[in-house]
């Protein structure tokens, strides 16, 4: 086998292990409520009042979220969708 094949054989075995391994990197994450930082958050929030990363207004806001280490949220002091949507719908229930 001539070099130039040797490197595209070993570009192409880099490339399929690296596409196989994305998923099971992915499993291994859960959002964090409540720790993102403003400018910070990973995609839209809880309320729906915006769509994107990086559109936080606040930091530390329960609507927003970041993909962290499954298993550390509770440790950053974050909270789980279900724990956020229930301090969101008190904060609103306290407006009322």
Known sequence: MNQRALIAAAAASLLSTLLVATPAVAQ???KCYGIAKAGQ???ANLSGTHSCAGQAKVSDDANEWKY?????????????????????????????
């Open 41 to 43: 958050n990973d995609c």
């Open 28 to 30: 291994e994450k859960e």
């Open 68 to 96: 962290v280490a499954k298993g550390t949220c509770a440790g950053m002091k974050g909270m789980t969708a279900d724990a956020a949507k229930m301090k969101a719908k008190s904060m609103m229930d306290k407006k009322s």
